[in-house]
């Protein structure tokens, strides 16, 4: 390669450094880090562990030749976890920080502590060849996790193994991505720590449930505008918008008293107007900032009670800057005139309330979920993307089996 190719490809690196620090959501941050990662070296498939709890936790794939890349991905919701020992490539890569360049996955010395575990070819019938393995490294070289890049190919797409250049790049890389991941996960932690302060109110909104929410939400509006023509770049942003905004769905319950929340009889139709009002006063929190995560969240906070059949709350008729607390008997906003965002929340926090158990009611079962969802089509729900939900039905299951 020549140096003028080698300072085009160190400049990419760095201007893709810079997308990343826009970008706050982890998923979406990991989807770019793979992406732009195997774009360097041409590479066909890879992966992301994250150090958790002792352990490498897997949290990203790609693989060009067994998903398209651009579609929903049900596989980056798999649960899998590796122990950080030599026994593995990724392990060994995040126990000794070192980089592992290997040029034949099945043609590795056996003199090496790490083997390769064929399991997923077997499974798949994909052909793992070479691999690029990085330590993701933050400040003060703490390894936070192992990037990996299979199959390298040239220009015309045959397997070539990976050069000295592709790893010195991808290393200057890695450092970056290693510095958008950590403030990824810290946005995230944040999300999380907001809504454990709305679920000290209402233990019905766990961690599980709203990360559940915000990934349901995510790729529901990922398979929506694919079929809409929606650019991948335009749709990579708004996904990262909506995942953080679904997830703080019901942060206005934090103004809502105990007596009403935690009340284990029915609601009157006074403290019925008055639980109403966490639409309201979760709209309230982002009201002043004026970011476009901020105008997403309070879509999302305020209409998310809505129906397509306007049968939902609130009305119109609430002040949202006066905080208004009752709008008994007056109709919601209907049909397209709800925020599209909130149309797609609505769905997944219905889908999850349903499938979880609550104090008051056991779990429903699958089919029963499944068929008031359909039921209210057209009614609760906006049918297209009540479509689109079924659609994706095994992308939705996963996720619900990952965030438990
Ligand atoms: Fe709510
Ligand atoms: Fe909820």
């Not at 976890?81 to 360049?101: F, H, M, N, R, W």
């Not at 499974?123 to 703490?142: D, E, Y």
């Not at 002043?288 to 129906?307: F, K, T, Y």
Request: glycine share 6%; aromatic share 8%.
């Amino acid at each position: 390669m020549s140096d003028v190719q080698r300072e085009v490809s160190l400049e990419r690196v760095l201007d893709i450094a810079d997308e990343l620090n826009q970008l706050k959501d982890i998923d979406t941050i990991l989807d770019r880090v793979l992406l732009e990662s195997r774009r360097l070296s041409c590479a066909r498939a890879g992966s992301i562990f994250l150090r958790e709890n002792g352990l490498l936790r897997f949290r990203y794939v790609h693989n060009d030749d067994l998903y398209a890349q651009d579609s929903n991905n049900k596989h980056i919701y798999t649960n899998l976890e590796v122990p950080i020992d030599e026994k593995s490539i990724v392990g060994y890569v995040a126990l000794t920080g070192e980089t592992l360049t290997i040029e034949d996955a099945y043609r590795i010395p056996p003199e090496a502590p790490y083997h390769f575990n064929s399991s997923f070819d077997v499974k798949t019938g994909f052909h793992t060849r070479s691999l690029l393995t990085i330590p993701l490294k933050a400040a003060q070289n703490q390894v936070i996790g192992v990037l990996q890049i299979i199959n390298s190919t040239d220009c015309a797409g045959t397997p070539v193994p990976f050069t000295h250049h592709d790893e010195m790049l991808a290393t200057v890389f890695a450092r970056h991505a290693a510095a958008a991941i950590e403030r990824g996960l810290m946005t995230r932690e944040m999300v999380l720590r907001m809504m454990q302060m709305a679920a000290l109110r209402d233990p019905k909104e766990t961690g599980a449930h709203v990360q559940r929410v915000g990934a349901y939400s995510a790729e529901i509006y990922h398979r929506w505008a694919l079929s809409h023509g929606v650019s991948i770049d335009e749709i990579r942003k708004r996904k990262d918008l909506i995942r953080l905004a679904a997830m703080l769905h019901d942060v206005g319950k934090v103004g809502i008293a105990d007596s009403i929340l935690k009340k284990p009889a029915k609601l009157t139709e006074e403290e019925f107007a008055v639980m109403r009002c966490h639409t309201v006063f979760g709209a309230d929190l982002f009201s002043h900032a004026g970011s476009e995560l901020d105008a997403v969240c309070r879509e999302i906070a305020l209409h998310h009670h809505q129906r397509w059949d306007g049968r939902g709350y609130p009305c119109e008729a609430v002040d949202v800057d006066n905080l208004v607390p009752t709008c008994a008997g007056n109709p919601g906003l209907a049909g397209e005139d709800i925020p599209f965002v909130a149309r797609i929340t609505a769905i997944a926090d219905v889908f999850d309330a349903l499938c979880s158990s609550r104090s008051y009611k056991e779990a429903w079962s699958d089919d029963r979920v499944l068929a008031i969802l359909r039921d209210e089509r057209g009614k609760q729900f906006d049918p297209e993307l009540i479509d689109v939900f079924f659609d994706l039905l095994d992308v939705i299951l996963a996720i619900r089996d990952k965030f438990v």
